[in-house]
């Protein structure tokens, strides 16, 4: 199936996807700002660069896309009409990379979570309330 949108009008669209301080970052980070949690935001001394890491207590929180981290990939991938051969693969890859990431995080102690966007929007309440459980039960471990 062809795309409908010109290769300029495609270009456009994708320049305009952000990788931080997408909405769904914002509003759980306002969120957690409120009920008094700080953070550092796509902190760059670890790997993978969490969206949210709260330092002091080595939590590392990711915020992850439905589409471009691959929610219900068995079901999504089969709707992916163009260019199946780049995208297809591209996020794969990058579920791959969340995998590599998140050992490795773990791997040096840290408690790495990840949100769905869809969570984020619809069940941000619970979102919040997982992460401060982190934060108490690093805070009981020290």
Partial sequence: MADDLTPEQRRKNMQAIRSKDTCIEIKLRKALWAKGIRYRKNYKKVIGKPDIAITKCKIAVFCDSDYWHGYDWENRNKRIKSNREYWIPKIERNMERDRQVTKALEDEGWIV???????????????????ISAVHQRLIEN
């Fill in 113 to 131: 979570l990840r949100f769905w966007e869809w969570q984020i929007e619809k069940q941000l309440n619970e979102c919040v309330d997982a992460i």
